[in-house]
């Protein structure tokens, strides 16, 4: 009797230690971020900037008008491992929500000393670090867009196309039909405040 106790009992441990291990792995499964729209104007030439710093064009140029902001964060796999040397591809219109793109046929002015476009790439620890200036927003009506940074992020195993939108422009984001058309993937976009014109906003990719 005892031995099939004993046999019993370690059915049981075993059938415990693969429900915690499978409740464990679940806990680190992470929520995709939303793939958005690559909008129209997806930078039609490029000038080779790498740097980070979208506020200069070149190292002494002046300074671009506008907020300046600092946006951080990690590209992350959908178990949350980092992702080392991801690609992001980042452009987004200047203060005053114009694009230097041959599309955009706005009259708002264009921003000499706005870079306004970069490619980097991710450390060893899937994260990735930009200086720029708070996108303004643009169009009328119903076709309102609230500030938002795009970004092409290539990782190992996978590309998408990205738009993060900032906290504090709640109102303005509910008014906008992208953001809303994203549905309850929506959070997923918006950055985290961190204070003084900082944000931090991890891309979590369907790869891993």
């Not at 980042?90 to 490619?119: M, V």
Request: zero cysteines.
């Amino acid at each position: 009797m005892s031995h099939i106790i004993h046999r019993i009992s370690r059915r049981a441990f075993t059938a415990g230690a693969l429900a915690s291990a499978a409740g464990a792995s679940h806990a680190l499964a992470q929520t995709i971020t939303s793939p958005s729209d690559i909008g129209p104007f997806f930078p039609a030439g490029y000038r080779g900037e790498t740097d980070a710093d979208l506020t200069r064009v070149g190292a002494h140029g002046e300074r671009a008008l506008g907020q300046v902001i600092e946006v951080m964060g990690r590209v992350l796999d959908r178990h949350g491992n980092p992702i080392s040397g991801a690609k992001l591809d980042i452009w987004q219109a200047n203060t005053h929500g114009r694009y230097a793109h041959p599309q955009d046929t706005s009259d708002r002015p264009l921003d000499p000393n706005f870079q306004g476009f970069a490619t980097i790439h991710t450390g060893s620890d899937g994260s990735w670090k930009l200086t720029t200036i708070k996108p303004g927003s643009y169009g009328e009506g119903r076709g309102q867009r609230t500030p938002h940074i795009h970004m092409d992020v290539s990782g190992s195993e996978s590309r998408n196309i990205y738009q993060m939108y900032f906290p504090d422009e709640a109102e303005s984001n509910q008014r906008d039909g992208l953001y809303r058309s994203l549905r309850d993937g929506a959070p997923t976009s918006v950055a985290n405040a961190l204070g003084d014109h900082r944000y931090s906003w991890d891309i979590v990719m369907i790869e891993g």
